[in-house]
């Protein structure tokens, strides 16, 4: 049991140190302007987790995921651009520029935008446990 709690510690602590908000979807079925590409996945040895996904979120200026839901536990962590996202369960506005890292609240909708001038570029860690769906964004 404690093993696995370290295991646990040890991957989140890793998804954090290198860094991705983005289901399993086709690019027709993406907002125009984005691109998601799925850099790894990894199986899990902890009981209750499936896997844990590192995805790459291209946005051009003004693209937007609308109203999208936070289907997993994920960590991002924005590498070049401007992108502000807007929590529709709290009415919250954030500005992310490069360096951040945020995790959004898993079950909540957001609406995340390209607010910036150029390609933002977006890492995002998702947590994938047993039985979940296996969204890429």
């Known amino acids: 049991m404690l ?3 370290i295991h646990l510690m040890i991957a989140l602590v890793i998804t954090t140190l290198l860094f991705l908000v983005v289901p399993d979807a086709d690019a027709e079925e993406l907002p125009e302007g ?3 590409t799925v850099i790894a996945e990894y199986k899990s040895r902890v009981s ?3 896997k844990v996904r590192l995805v790459r979120v291209l946005m051009k ?7 999208v839901l936070v289907k997993n536990e994920e960590y991002c962590e924005l590498k070049k651009g401007t992108l502000t996202d807007t929590s ?6 954030s500005v992310y520029t ?5 995790a959004p609240p898993k079950g909540e909708r957001h609406t ?9 570029d977006m890492w995002v860690y998702q947590i994938i446990e047993k039985g979940e769906e296996a969204d890429k964004m």
């Open 3 to 5: 093993a696995r709690s």
């Open 34 to 36: 984005i691109t998601v």
């Open 48 to 50: 209750n987790l499936d």
């Open 61 to 67: 200026p003004g693209a937007m995921f609308d109203n």
């Open 88 to 93: 529709h369960a709290t009415n919250t506005t």
């Open 98 to 102: 490069v360096g951040s890292r945020w």
């Open 112 to 120: 995340v935008i390209n607010t910036g001038d150029e390609i933002a």
